[in-house]
């Protein structure tokens, strides 16, 4: 009986000491250096990963000024419709979230690539649009009546093919 009480006991106090370790680790004091040198992974982490050549998704991100993140985007079309308006589409809600999810980001400086098959089946990743989507943008769209198609024509600096 004894031996299962301690048993408990033991498990608690380990519980505990676990419990008081993590939160030690979310005081805001400690968060707040490691969150600005971690925002450019939490944006990937946010916008998603690619996880391969036949997916979309972030490849990196680096932080260049206070809120200011450049980010590497490989985009995989589906070839459905027009690319601009299908990219739209794609990241205009991963935009919303992002700004929406991290209120110390400020700027987001976007290069996105797409694949290229040379006709020998191998796929090549070619800069193909860049643009700029920073805070005040996100803040003057509505959300609730926004058309995705439509996000290469508000950003800034329209997208070079």
Not at 11 to 17: K, N, S, T
Not at 49 to 78: C, M, N, T, W
Not at 104 to 119: A, E, F, K, N, S
Request: hydrophobic share 40%; charged share 25%; aromatic share 10%.
């Amino acid at each position: 009986m004894r031996r299962v009480l301690w048993s408990r006991i033991t498990f608690a106090l380990c519980a505990a000491a676990l419990i008081l370790t993590g939160l030690a680790g979310c005081s805001d004091t400690a968060g707040d250096s490691a969150a600005s040198g971690d925002l450019a992974q939490q944006v990937v982490a946010s916008l998603g990963k690619q996880e391969g050549d036949e997916s979309s998704g972030a490849v990196s991100a680096k932080l260049v000024g206070d809120g200011h993140i450049q980010v590497e985007y490989r985009f995989y079309p589906l070839g459905a419709v027009d690319v601009e308006r299908e990219l739209g589409v794609h990241l205009s809600p991963k935009l919303r979230k992002v700004f929406r999810d991290h209120a110390d980001l400020q700027r987001l400086d976007m290069q996105v690539y797409l694949p290229y098959d040379d006709g020998y089946g191998n796929t090549t990743w070619k800069p193909a649009f860049s643009f700029a989507f920073d805070r005040n943008l996100y803040e003057k769209i509505n959300w609730d009546n926004f058309v995705p198609q439509n996000l290469l024509d508000v950003v800034d600096n329209r997208p070079s093919q």
